[in-house]
């Protein structure tokens, strides 16, 4: 997977391509797809959501430029695939599911795989995790129609966010922010598709 789908399109941050190797994305698929968990395609999850293509998962991770000494804040914690890669490059990984099932789920296969650095919520993901930050990066994997101000606000001074944005069943597109003396600046990096962020009674932002 990733030699073919990963390296071969680009992807070349040591420490991602370490991590895509370690982490086996078998063990965050439902059963009925394990045949087809290392395909470079979304697959479903529970709760009607996805666990993203491998690729994506390399694209928004090795954009955010992590360091080891990172930590960061994930919203939508979903199957915890992405929070076990960036759990393999960062000191400490903090993640917001909206969904109890899935957050309860993650947290269990966090624990059986020996994950001490991840820190698991359910909650509102919109409102990020203020009591943890500020963030050094922050990656959202569900897409609201605006970048929420709430995460712009607990990104640490030099943090970077990478979100998708845009309406479900729209054109939605992955922006890269960065924040500088306290502004911040941003730039579309990749035309996506990701499920709605929702709130608790099941809207869309």
């Given at each position: 997977?990733?030699k ?8 070349s941050?040591?420490?991602?391509l ?14 009925e ?5 290392y395909?470079?395609?979304p ?6 959501q ?15 430029n992590?360091k ?9 914690t979903?199957?915890?695939y992405?929070?076990a ?14 969904f ?6 993650a947290?269990l ?9 991840i820190?698991?919520k359910?909650?509102?993901g ?16 569900y ?10 606000e607990q990104?640490?001074e030099g943090?970077?966010?990478i ?10 597109q992955l922006?890269?922010l960065e ?10 990096v ?7 962020m ?8």
């Open positions: 997977m990733v073919t789908q990963i390296e071969a399109r680009g992807i941050d040591p420490a991602v370490k991590a895509l190797r370690k982490v086996e994305r078998h063990r965050f698929v439902l059963p797809y394990i045949s087809r968990a395909n470079d395609r697959l479903p999850i529970d709760e009607g996805t666990i993203s293509q491998p690729y994506v998962v390399a694209f928004m991770t090795e954009t955010l992590l080891p000494t990172d930590k960061v804040l994930e919203i939508g979903g199957s915890g992405q929070a890669i960036l759990a393999e490059i960062c000191d400490s990984v903090f993640t917001v599911e909206i109890e099932k899935l957050g309860e789920k947290k296969l966090f624990s059986e795989l020996g994950y001490k650095n820190n698991t359910v909650g509102d919109y409102l990020g995790w203020q009591q943890h930050a500020p963030f050094d990066a922050i990656i959202v994997t897409s609201p129609t605006q970048i929420p101000e709430s995460l712009q990104l640490a943090g970077r966010m979100i998708p944005v845009g309406k479900n069943g729209y054109s939605q922006v890269y924040k500088h003396k306290g502004k911040i600046k941003q730039k579309n990749l035309p996506v598709h990701f499920v709605p929702i709130s608790k009674n099941g809207e869309e932002y």
